[in-house]
C-alpha cells in the first residue's frame, strides 16, 4: 500500500514562497513518476507540476514556468515543490500523487494517469 502525506502549506502574501513537501511510503517510490496537483474553491483539479522516476524530466503547467520547481530524492522518498513569487490565484488545495505507471519515460499531466493521492495541504495567498 502506497500513502503519500503532503506538508508545508500554508499563508503566505503575494511574492511570497513556500516550499511544499510530500513524504511517501512503499517499497518502489523510485520507480513511479511524481505529480503535483491543485484544487481551487469550485474549480477542477488541475496538474502543476511532474517529475521522471528517475528526475531526468520535469513538467510543468504555463500558469507555473519559472516560478515553481519540481524535486525529489529517492532515498527519502520525497518530493517536493518549490513555489517562489505566489499569486493569490495560486490559492488552492495542493496534492501529491503517484503516477499509475512505473519507469514510464517522460511526465504525464492527465488525473487520470496518476493513480494514488495525499490528503492536500492548503496554500493561501493572500493580495
Known amino acids: 500500500q502506497v500513502q503519500l502525506v503532503e506538508s508545508g502549506g500554508g499563508l503566505v502574501q503575494a511574492g511570497g514562497s513556500l516550499r511544499l513537501s510530500c513524504a511517501a511510503s512503499?517499497?518502489?517510490?523510485?520507480?513511479?513518476?511524481m505529480g503535483w496537483f491543485r484544487q481551487a474553491p469550485g474549480k477542477e483539479r488541475e496538474f502543476v507540476a511532474g517529475?521522471?522516476?528517475?528526475?531526468?524530466?520535469?513538467n510543468y503547467a504555463d500558469s507555473v514556468k519559472g516560478r515553481f520547481t519540481i524535486s525529489r530524492d529517492n532515498a527519502q522518498k520525497t518530493v517536493a515543490l518549490q513555489m517562489y513569487s505566489l499569486k493569490p490565484e495560486d490559492t488552492a488545495v495542493y496534492y501529491c500523487?503517484?503516477?499509475?505507471?512505473?519507469?514510464?519515460?517522460?511526465?504525464?499531466?492527465?488525473?487520470?494517469?496518476?493513480?494514488?493521492w495525499g490528503q492536500g495541504t492548503q496554500v493561501t495567498v493572500s493580495s
Open positions: 500523487a503517484r503516477d499509475r505507471q512505473p519507469l514510464r519515460l517522460g511526465v504525464v499531466t492527465l488525473r487520470v494517469e496518476y493513480d494514488y
Open positions: 512503499g517499497r518502489t517510490f523510485s520507480n513511479y513518476a
Open positions: 517529475i521522471s522516476w528517475s528526475g531526468g524530466r520535469t
